[in-house]
């Protein structure tokens, strides 16, 4: 209760701040009270930074693995699926850089342009140049252009590339892009889209940054990581990514452990797929110090052993 009280006081102090006066990103200080349940490192902006050696095991979670440990934590409102997807063999990882898209106001798109002068951003191009501006190396630019596809594309292959060259990463979007097939030759570069249009961006705004914003049916925040594969998109909050990432690893040790010896007719599949005997327990510690290629270091998984409840 104390943890949803913080966060409620710190989103009232953000909405405050922001009546006070309009801004295209949060205040670095903004940003830490809406992740106040992250403690570790963080970028200069505020943005939780996660470690990249998590994000790399990340890519080995199954999607239901991720999901299933969110939901049990009562996070309902992370996954979002049916994606246009560039490369569906390659899983992509990262810190999510939040962005928001509305339909055209003039009064409200001249305010962005006036504040985004102010704040020293580029005047040349389209306002949707700016949250690309702001990607570093391991981010994902994660964008809400409200399903538009027809003159709804954020990027074509020139934006892509500067995508690339400064996250290292690629695009999930709430929205389309153009020029696919220039997309799809920027090698590493990667995509989760909802359609691609060969038309170019009209009738649109670019509101804010690294504000939360919503996909499909996912609430993601700045810093947020992201699991992106064929079966979906998960958007993990940054202070359970640790957590998340032991327990689904175990999960699938546990999995793998139980395929062999089913396949090897060991065990009945009622035996496996219940909970286990003293007998089954006993063997799968010693098949785990057997193996060899464990997910985690094998001082992490003895400190996970410690407080395991079969």
Same mark, same amino acid.
């Given at each position: 209760m104390k943890k949803i009280a913080l966060a409620t006081i710190a989103w009232i102090c953000l909405l405050s701040i922001q009546a006070q006066a309009q801004q295209i990103t949060p205040t670095p200080e903004q940003i830490i009270a809406l992740t106040s349940a992250w403690e570790g490192e963080r970028f200069e902006d505020g943005r939780p930074k996660v470690p990249d050696a998590l994000l790399e095991r990340l890519k080995g979670i199954s999607m239901e693995e991720a999901w299933g440990i969110?939901? /049990?934590?009562?996070?309902?409102?992370?996954?979002? /699926?049916? $994606?246009?997807?560039?490369?569906?063999?390659?899983? @992509?990882?990262? *810190?999510?850089?939040?962005?928001?898209?509305?339909?055209?106001?003039?009064?409200?798109?001249?305010?962005?342009?006036?504040?985004?002068?102010?704040?020293? *951003?580029?005047?040349r191009g389209g306002t949707n140049s700016w949250p690309i501006d702001q990607l570093t190396q391991g981010d994902i630019y994660v964008a809400d252009s409200y399903g538009k596809i027809v003159d709804g594309t954020l990027i074509g292959d020139n934006l892509g590339n500067a995508i690339y060259t400064n996250s290292g990463n690629g695009v999930i979007f709430n929205g389309s892009v153009r020029d696919m097939a220039g997309l799809l030759e920027i090698e590493g570069f990667n995509g989760w889209i909802k359609g691609h249009d060969p038309s170019y961006i009209q009738q649109m705004m670019m509101t804010t940054i690294n504000y939360p914003i919503r996909i499909g049916r996912a609430t993601v925040l700045p810093g947020d990581a992201v699991l992106a594969n064929k079966w979906g998109v998960i958007f993990i909050p940054s202070h359970l990514l640790a957590d998340l990432v032991i327990n689904a690893e175990f999960i699938m040790l546990r999995d793998e %452990?139980?395929?062999? *010896?089913? *396949?090897?007719?060991?065990?009945?599949?009622?035996? =496996?797929?219940?909970? $286990?005997?003293?007998? =089954?327990?006993?063997? %799968?510690?010693? $098949?785990?110090?057997?193996?060899?290629?464990?997910?985690?270091?094998?001082?992490?998984?003895?400190?996970? @052993?410690?407080?395991?409840? $079969?």
């Open positions: 969110l939901r /049990n934590k009562g996070y309902h409102n992370q996954y979002e /699926n049916d $994606w246009v997807i560039l490369d569906d063999e390659e899983v @992509m990882t990262g *810190r999510a850089l939040t962005a928001q898209y509305m339909p055209l106001r003039d009064d409200v798109n001249d305010l962005v342009k006036e504040i985004g002068k102010e704040e020293g *951003r580029a005047q %452990f139980g395929h062999q *010896r089913l *396949r090897e007719q060991k065990y009945t599949a009622g035996e =496996i797929d219940s909970s $286990w005997s003293d007998e =089954i327990k006993k063997d %799968f510690l010693n $098949w785990l110090n057997e193996k060899q290629d464990l997910p985690m270091s094998r001082e992490e998984l003895d400190e996970y @052993m410690k407080d395991r409840n $079969w």
